[in-house]
């Protein structure tokens, strides 16, 4: 099966997990370290499932130690996400992570040697523009402007394109299986550290919110954290079949599916997610999938 049909399985996931964080932020669960702190201990679960299935391959000490640290940087990437949240509205950070197909092109360039053909790299900025413009509610004079989010973005955009370079550059020796069990166990790692961060940090309140949630949004997180899980899967396997800076550009369409899934939740369940369906922002989000799918187009030429 092509690698362009799981680099596109991967952001629709995304998105739907976006919204089941949306969900559980907003009505079940205050402290989102939770969501991050549960879903590096399940990932490690996995990647212990999976070493078990393959008999414990052994592997290169040096290899070893890029898939651990691609898997630790993944989750803690998270507390500079969250830390743009709190200086601003999510609205106005999405379009800041269209940095990480950027990031991801230089460091494939500089350390994986890979180079992108003349249509491909027009199909790349297609889609890095059109996912940029999905992002953002409206243009306007101040979409530019330096916000106080910015560096964490950045921080949080390097951490998220480290792993994928690294997992690249490990699986085309070790095969995907091997690569990707191996990183989910650096998911724990990266787990235990946000757990003891936020034990040490505020141990009281923690307690207080474990002890609060209920078994049914456990339940919740547990898929909603599944399905972060698959759609990290689906990625890394594109990215053992690709170059990394293309699946990484092919990013660009979760904003595409966030939309699609607003408009449809928008309609069937109004109370959960409004979206804005004035005549400026359809016209723009529906430029910005054109400019998208004509991306992918001149990628595959």
Request: aromatic share 16%.
């Amino acid at each position: 099966m092509s690698w362009i049909f799981f680099a596109i399985a991967a952001p629709l996931l995304y998105a739907a997990s976006n919204f089941f964080d949306k969900f559980l932020i907003e009505k079940r669960v205050r402290d989102p370290m939770i969501l991050a702190i549960f879903g590096g201990f399940l990932t490690c679960l996995i990647g212990l499932g999976i070493l078990v299935f393959r008999g414990f391959p052994s592997i290169p000490s040096e290899q070893l130690i890029y898939l651990f640290v691609a898997g630790m940087l993944f989750g803690l990437a998270l507390v500079p996400w969250y830390k743009a949240l709190t200086l601003e509205d999510a609205s106005r950070v999405s379009p800041l992570f269209q940095a990480i197909p950027l990031m991801v092109l230089a460091m494939s360039y500089l350390f994986l040697g890979e180079r992108l053909a003349q249509w491909q790299l027009l199909g790349f900025l297609f889609i890095l523009v059109g996912g940029y413009l999905l992002s953002v509610k409206e243009l306007g004079r101040g979409i530019f402007r330096i916000r106080k989010a910015l560096w964490w973005a950045l921080l949080a955009s390097l951490l998220f394109s480290v792993p994928l370079v690294l997992f690249k550059f490990v699986s085309s020796d070790l095969g995907f299986w091997d690569s990707l069990a191996y990183e989910f166990l650096g998911g724990g790692i990266g787990a235990l550290i946000l757990f003891s961060y936020v034990v040490f940090s505020r141990r009281v309140g923690f307690k207080e919110e474990i002890t609060r949630t209920r078994f049914g949004t456990w339940g919740l997180i547990g898929s909603n954290e599944a399905v972060y899980i698959i759609s990290r899967m689906c990625n890394f396997y594109a990215i053992s079949l690709a170059a990394v800076s293309l699946v990484t550009v092919l990013g660009g369409f979760q904003p595409f599916f966030m939309l699609a899934f607003g408009l449809i939740l928008s309609r069937w369940f109004p109370n959960v997610v409004k979206e804005d369906v004035e005549k400026k922002t359809v016209v723009l989000k529906l430029a910005a999938i054109i400019l998208i799918f004509a991306g992918v187009w001149f990628i595959n030429i």
